[in-house]
């Protein structure tokens, strides 16, 4: 293994070490978790004779002492959080990509005609306080303020308490200030591992992410019906919850594959379903049922178009079964598509690396190269092959492929100043 690796796999075992969480890490959004990694990663920009600085939101900013820290840069940037017991590569591996970009870059001696910073964001990860994309919203100045009040997933604390503890100057997001303009950042790059099972499936090390998805969401939505004596109440007299609900997602389902037929982009999930606890029974007809809904696509369009579909079905059940849906705050999140230029650059740059075509794919999951995309910053993704999927502790990225993706975006980089 060359210095690069043996400093990319000393990176990630101190940090996957001290955010450790029984099989997996956890790095708490603007929590305990994430502020050892970033104290981490700044102490290996020290060691590696780095400069570094913290933004007033208490990002991490990276970058060649050479840089005079006055001009539009290119970042090469990703989230320092994770999920809760989750994987260690998952936002991590970005952060440890530019740091070594950096190394390369600076090895070269090429005098760049655009400097370079790495940035390791807070607050990615929606687990935490039911918000994504946290800190590099706030970044623009484009985090809604309602947002701060959000309550942690588990402990009595909302995310306005959680900023201000670890210095986050919770005022510029009150008064919707941005701490940088999106002209002050010529591109944004971000190298992440794909949470999918693709390009493990056709033996792709690293890839080219043409987009990213965007979502709409519910995390709770109710249908109500009526309890009753499930010995007692024949069908037709029924305003069961639970099966309304079935034949709400079977036709969702059914929409979902008619689309896919169509050639647009969607999945759809329903991830937590439950009755009340406190009454339900085996001999009980269920009067409630929540569950969350998401649909994500890349086209704006064919979101709302499921949305609106959704919203259709359920007022058909409503009539038909006797029952009555109700909907918690809808949250959106964009989708993003990648600036045309760059991923060009990066194919390109991956050839030369692979010695091959370098494959390009999409992005299901979301990562804050869409806030960069929708703000108008010319922005681009490497995926890096990853088994197992991701948001658990079996996430397993080969330290080659990362190393190849890291030359892939080092490589781009020096061809966008020639």
């Not at 809760?84 to 740091?99: E, F, R, T």
């Amino acid at each position: 293994m060359d210095q690069l690796g043996i400093i990319a796999q000393d990176i990630l075992e101190e940090v996957r070490n001290a955010t450790r969480d029984t099989l997996g890490v956890s790095r708490e959004s603007f929590g305990d978790g994430e502020n050892k990694a970033l104290d981490i990663l700044q102490s290996w920009a020290r060691k590696l004779e780095l400069g570094s600085y913290r933004d007033p939101l208490q990002n991490l900013w990276i970058h060649l002492k050479s840089d005079p820290l006055t001009d539009a840069s290119i970042v090469i940037g990703s989230h320092a959080d994770s999920v809760p017991q989750g994987g260690n590569y998952d936002g991590l591996a970005g952060i440890v990509a530019g740091i070594l970009a950096l190394l390369q870059l600076r090895e070269s001696g090429q005098i760049l005609a655009t400097p370079v910073r790495v940035l390791a964001l807070r607050g990615e990860e929606s687990a935490w306080y039911g918000k994504a994309y946290m800190g590099s919203l706030a970044l623009f100045g484009k985090l809604p303020v309602s947002e701060l009040e959000n309550r942690h997933r588990t402990e009595p604390k909302t995310l306005r308490q959680a900023m201000q503890a670890c210095g986050s100057d919770v005022s510029l997001i009150e008064q919707g200030k941005a701490v940088i303009r999106p002209d002050e950042i010529a591109a944004y790059l971000e190298l992440h591992i794909e949470q999918g099972p693709v390009m493990v499936a056709r033996e792709w090390p690293v890839a080219a992410v043409t987009g990213i998805r965007g979502n709409i969401r519910h995390n709770r939505v109710l249908c109500l019906g009526e309890t009753g004596h499930s010995g007692a109440v024949p069908r037709w007299l029924r305003k069961d919850s639970v099966l309304a609900m079935a034949e709400l997602l079977s036709r969702l389902d059914e929409h979902w594959r008619v689309l896919l037929q169509m050639g647009m982009d969607l999945v759809m999930t329903v991830g937590i379903c439950s009755t009340r606890p406190e009454s339900h029974a085996v001999s009980v007809i269920p009067g409630e049922v929540s569950f969350s809904f998401e649909v994500r696509s890349q086209d704006a369009q064919t979101l709302k178009q499921f949305y609106q579909l959704m919203h259709d079905e359920c007022e058909r059940i409503e009539a038909a079964r006797g029952v009555r849906f109700e909907f918690d705050r809808k949250i959106e999140t964009a989708p993003a598509r990648s600036d045309d230029e760059w991923l060009q650059r990066l194919c390109q740059a991956g050839s030369l690396v692979l010695g091959a075509p370098m494959e390009t794919i999409p992005s299901g999951a979301g990562h804050d190269a869409a806030v960069f995309a929708n703000e108008g910053v010319a922005s681009a993704m490497v995926f890096i092959r990853n088994a197992n999927g991701s948001h658990n502790p079996y996430e397993e990225m080969d330290l080659q492929d990362f190393l190849l993706g890291t030359r892939v975006l080092t490589q781009a980089i020096l061809q966008s100043s020639t």
